[in-house]
C-alpha cells in the first residue's frame, strides 16, 4: 500500500511538470509553444480528482491481486481423492499413489492419511512402514517441490511425520520445516496453532527451535484472529510452551466464545486448564454455568468423568454442577468400567464432595461386577469410601466381597497403596487382625522408604493403624500393636490456623492464672494431634496437668494418678478443611480421630469453624467452651 501511495504521488507531480514543460518558462528555445489541451485547460480540482481516481483504481487493483493471491482456484476432485479417503490402511494408501501418481500438494495429504490409519489402526512398526520405498518417494515429492504445496498441507505433513516418527534432521524434513519457517506469515491462525503444537512436541534441534520461536510470536502479534474454540483448546493444552501474556489472552478470548461452545468444547477447554494447572476462576465459573445448560444427550459418561477429574485437578468446587453430573451419570452407571467408577470416586472423594445415591451405585456397581476390579481398583475404591467416610446400604454384602478379594491380593498391593488399603479399612471399622499384622510387621515398614513429608504421612497412619489395633482390641499375634513402638515418628510441622491460634488463647484464658493447666498443640502416641487438653476434677474445675499420668504422650506423663472423679478434655478444632463439601459432617479421618480419643479415655469436645466464626470476643468464646465443655461432662454422666 506504501508503493502505491508513492506511485500516486510521483504520478501528480509528473503531470504537474508536463504541464510546466508544455507552456511555462522551461520550454525549449526555438520551439514555438503547444496549444494547450483540453485536459491543461480543466480546472485544478479536476485535474486532482483524475488523480484520485488513478490511486483508486491502483489500489482496488492490488487488493483484488492480493485477494486471488490468498484464494487460489481450489484444484478439482479426483477419483484417486476418493480412493485414498475409503483406504482401510497404510498399504492400501501406498498402492494407490505408486500406481496413479500424483501432484506433491496431494501427496501431502495423502501421507496424513497414511499417518492417521497407521495411528487409529495400531499399525505395528512405524518403523518398518517408513523404511518402505513408497513413503519415502512419497517425502522426496513433497520435499522437491514444496513450493506448489498448499500452506494447510504443509502443516499437516509435519504433522503426520511427528505421527510417523520420522527421523529429525532428515533432508526432507529439514525441507519441510525450511520452507514453513520462510511461509510463517502467510499461514491461517489455525495453522499456525497446529504448528505451534507440533513444534512443542519435538524434542529438539535448532530448526524446530526457530520455527517454534517464530510461531508463537506470530501467534502473539496476531491472537486478535483467534474466533474458533477448537484453536483455544489446541494452545491452551500447550501452554507450558507459551508467552504467559498469549496464554492470559487465550482465556479471555475462550471467555468472550463460551457461549458458543458445545459440551466438547467445555470438556475440552476444562482438561487443558487443569494438565496446564492454571485455574482461572472466571473462566471456570463460565464454563460450569454453561455445562449445566446442555441437554441431557450431549453430556455423556466420559464428557462427565473428565469435567470432575478437571474440576478435582483445580480444587474448584461447583455444587449445582456436580449435582447435574451425579444425576446424569446415576442411569449410565451400568455402562461404566471399573475404572471409570474407581475414577469418577476419587474425584468426588478429592473435592469431598458426597452424593449419597451416586456412591450408593457405585457401591451396587462392585456388588454386580466385583471380579472386574483389580487390587488397585479396590483399593482406591476403599480410600475414596473412607476419605468421606461413607458406609453402604448393604454393607454386610459389599465388605463380605472386599474381604474375599483382598484375602488373595494383599501381596499384589505396593507397600503405599497397601498402607493406604489397611487404613481406609480402619476408617470404615473393617479392620481385621490379619491385616493389620502385615503392615506393622517392622520387615514392611522399612519398606516405606521415600524421605520427605510423604515418609511423615504414611508414619503417621501406620500409627493411627496401630491405634486402631490397640484401642479396639484388633492386636494380632506377633504384630507390633503398641502405639508406643512405633512414637519415634518425626512430626509434621504444619503450622497453627488463625481458627488453632484463637482456640489456644481462649483455653488459656478458660483455666486463668493456673500455672500448666491446660496443653496445646499435643502431639500423642496415638498419630493424632490434639489442640487442646485439660484435666477437670469432680467439679468441673481445671487442675495442673504437670505431674499427672499422661499415656497418650510419648513420655507417658508424670507418675501421679489423676484424682479420683477427675476427666481428662480434648477440644478438637473443626477448620473449613475437616468437613465435606457443603456439609457438617466430619470427613472420615477426622471421625477415626474422635472415635480413637474417646476410646482412649477423652471427652472430645469438637469446636466447628461454622460457630466459632459467629464468636466476636474472647469471653463470647470462653463461655462457648465452658459451655461445650459442661455438656459433654452431662452426657458423661448421663451414661
Known amino acids: 500500500m506504501a508503493g502505491v501511495r508513492l506511485f500516486g504521488r510521483w504520478a501528480g507531480l509528473l503531470g504537474t511538470r508536463s504541464s510546466l514543460t508544455a507552456s511555462g518558462p522551461l520550454c525549449l528555445a526555438g520551439r ?15 485535474q486532482a480528482l483524475h488523480v484520485r481516481l488513478q490511486q483508486r ?38 498402492r494407490l499413489w505408486a500406481e496413479r501418481g500424483a501432484t506433491a500438494n496431494q501427496t501431502a495429504i495423502y501421507i496424513f492419511h497414511l499417518a492417521r490409519l497407521a495411528s487409529e489402526k495400531g499399525a505395528p512398526g512405524h518403523a518398518d512402514l517408513l523404511r518402505d520405498r513408497r513413503l519415502q518417494d512419497m517425502f522426496d515429492r513433497v520435499s522437491s517441490q514444496v513450493c506448489t504445496v498448499w500452506n494447510g498441507s504443509l502443516v499437516s505433513v509435519l504433522r503426520a511425520a511427528a505421527l510417523l516418527g520420522v527421523t529429525p534432521g532428515s533432508a526432507a524434513l529439514d525441507s519441510l520445516q525450511t520452507e514453513a519457517l520462510w511461509r510463517i506469515r502467510r499461514f491461517s491462525y489455525r495453522q499456525l496453532a497446529y504448528l505451534a503444537d507440533w513444534a512443542c512436541g519435538r ?16 501467534l502473539e502479534l496476531r491472537w486478535t484472529e483467534l474466533a474458533d474454540v477448537r484453536t483455544v483448546g489446541l494452545l491452551l493444552s500447550r501452554a507450558a510452551h507459551l508467552p504467559p501474556s ?47 445448560q446442555k441437554p441431557s444427550q450431549e453430556l455423556k459418561a466420559p464428557l462427565l468423568l473428565d469435567l470432575v477429574f478437571a474440576y478435582a485437578k483445580m480444587k474448584f468446587h461447583q455444587t449445582q454442577l456436580f449435582q447435574r453430573i451425579a444425576t446424569e451419570l446415576l ?51 476403599l480410600l475414596s469410601f473412607a476419605r468421606l467416610d461413607f458406609q453402604p446400604s448393604k454393607r454386610e454384602h ?23 488399603v489397611v487404613w481406609s479399612l480402619c476408617v470404615l471399622q473393617q479392620a481385621k487382625p490379619e491385616y493389620l499384622k502385615v503392615v506393622l510387621d517392622p520387615a514392611f515398614q522399612q519398606r516405606l522408604t521415600d524421605g520427605g513429608n510423604r515418609k511423615v504421612s504414611y508414619a503417621l497412619k501406620l500409627l493411627q493403624v496401630a491405634a486402631t489395633a490397640h484401642l479396639e482390641n484388633l492386636c494380632p499375634q506377633g504384630a507390633a500393636a503398641d502405639p508406643l513402638l512405633l512414637s519415634s515418628a518425626p512430626a509434621l510441622e504444619i503450622p497453627p490456623t488463625p481458627m488453632q491460634r484463637s482456640l489456644h488463647a481462649a483455653l488459656h484464658d478458660l483455666v486463668g492464672g493456673l500455672e500448666g493447666g ?111 465443655m459442661g455438656k459433654a461432662v452431662a452426657e458423661d454422666m448421663a451414661k
Not at 61 to 82: F, I, S
Not at 265 to 291: E, F, K, N, T
Open 32 to 46: 514555438p509553444p503547444r496549444a494547450p489541451s483540453a485536459a491543461l485547460l480543466e480546472p485544478p480540482w479536476a
Open 57 to 94: 483504481a491502483l489500489c482496488e487493483g492490488r487488493r483484488l491481486l492480493r485477494r486471488e493471491d490468498e484464494n487460489p482456484a481450489v484444484p478439482k476432485r479426483t477419483e484417486l481423492d476418493d480412493l485414498v479417503e475409503k483406504a482401510g490402511g497404510p498399504e492400501e494408501v501406498l
Open 203 to 218: 524434542d529438539g534441534g535448532t530448526r524446530p527451535r526457530e520455527l517454534l520461536a517464530a510461531t508463537l510470536k506470530q
Open 246 to 292: 498469549l496464554v492470559d489472552k487465550l482465556e479471555d478470548k475462550a471467555l468472550e466464545l463460551v457461549e458458543t461452545f458445545h459440551a466438547e468444547d467445555i470438556r475440552r477447554v476444562a482438561v487443558s486448564l487443569a494438565a496446564q494447572g492454571r485455574r482461572s476462576v472466571p473462566l471456570l465459573r463460565a464454563l460450569s454455568y454453561h455445562a449445566q
Open 331 to 381: 442411569p449410565q452407571l451400568a455402562q461404566l468400567s471399573s475404572g471409570d467408577v474407581t475414577r469418577c470416586a476419587r474425584s468426588f472423594a478429592y473435592l469431598k464432595w458426597l452424593h449419597q445415591p451416586l456412591f450408593e451405585g457405585f457401591a451396587e456397581h462392585y456388588l454386580q461386577q466385583s471380579e472386574k476390579y483389580s487390587a488397585v481398583q479396590l483399593g482406591n475404591l
Open 398 to 420: 459389599f465388605y463380605s466381597k472386599v474381604h474375599d478379594a483382598l484375602r488373595g491380593s494383599l501381596s499384589q498391593l505396593e507397600p503405599y497403596l497397601l498402607t493406604d
Open 518 to 628: 491446660c496443653r496445646t498443640a499435643v502431639t500423642t502416641v496415638y498419630g493424632w494431634t490434639v489442640d487442646g487438653e485439660l484435666v477437670i476434677d469432680s467439679d468441673s474445675k481445671p487442675i495442673r496437668l504437670l505431674g499427672l499420668k499422661a499415656p497418650h504422650l510419648p513420655g507417658g506423663g508424670g507418675p501421679e494418678p489423676p484424682p479420683q472423679g477427675a476427666r481428662r478434655i480434648a477440644f478438637l478444632a473443626g477448620d473449613f478443611l475437616h468437613y465435606g463439601s457443603r456439609s457438617k459432617e466430619p470427613l472420615g479421618r477426622f471421625a477415626m480421630q474422635r472415635r480413637h480419643l474417646q476410646l482412649a479415655g477423652f471427652l472430645t469436645v469438637e469446636v466447628p469453624y461454622y460457630e466459632w466464626a459467629e464468636l466476636k470476643s474472647d469471653w463470647q468464646r470462653v463461655a462457648y467452651l465452658k459451655a461445650k
